[in-house]
């Protein structure tokens, strides 16, 4: 009798040793279902199950290669650049397998006129959806937009600056 209380104490423990959150003294030991369907559950425990959402959503980890965002761009380029091709894979793969949908949102620097930024902006845009649409994103799934120079990150006249501003952002449906 005492070895299985003994026993139950170190399974209980070590099983409150792995939680990420903490355990209170007064509660019960409980096993948090970390799968995709706790984001529908709500109630009492609504915040453990956001906390559980966070950490199963890979567009929110900061570990992930899907929490990155944004493709930079050379000036006046609108060739997806080698170091941004994993990234785009990245989305391209999980759009493929979760039938979310995306807005890729073209951006620019302030040189040139407004409506050539709009225009390579959009450009920007395009050649994003298209790599991902190659890599096995539905072309459905991806809608693109312009914002030209309007959305800029840094408004300082110098090419650091500038290249911050050169860039097409992926926005997932319901994040805007």
Same mark, same amino acid.
């Given at each position: 009798? %005492?070895?299985?209380?003994?026993? @139950?104490?170190?399974?209980? $423990? ?10 209170? !003294? ?5 096993? !948090? ?13 609504? *915040? @453990? ?11 929110? &980890? ?11 761009? &050379? ?6 650049? &080698? ?16 039938g979310s949908k995306v807005t890729v949102l073209g951006n620019t620097d302030e040189r040139g006129s407004r409506e050539y930024n709009l225009a ?8 994003? +959806? +298209?790599? %991902? ?5 539905? &072309? ?12 800029? *990150?840094? $408004?300082? $006249?110098? !090419? ?17």
């Amino acid at each position: 009798m %005492m070895k299985r209380i003994v026993l @139950s104490s170190l399974l209980i $423990a070590g099983l409150a040793a792995c939680s990420s959150t903490p355990v209170k !003294e007064t509660e019960a030991v409980k096993v !948090e279902d970390k799968s995709a369907t706790s984001a529908t559950k709500s109630g009492p425990d609504s *915040k @453990s199950v956001t906390q559980s959402t966070v950490a199963v959503n890979p567009l929110k &980890d900061p570990g992930s290669i899907l929490s990155k965002r944004n493709v930079f761009f &050379d000036f006046d380029e609108y060739v997806v650049k &080698d170091e941004f091709k994993p990234l785009v894979q990245a989305h391209a793969k999980y759009l493929g397998q979760n039938g979310s949908k995306v807005t890729v949102l073209g951006n620019t620097d302030e040189r040139g006129s407004r409506e050539y930024n709009l225009a390579l902006g959009q450009r920007r845009a395009d050649a994003v +959806k +298209k790599a %991902m649409t190659i890599l096995g994103a539905n &072309d459905k799934q991806i809608e693109t937009v312009s914002y030209g120079e309007e959305k800029a *990150k840094c $408004a300082q $006249a110098e !090419e650091s600056c500038w290249a911050q501003n050169r860039r097409a952002d992926l926005v997932y449906q319901g994040e805007q």
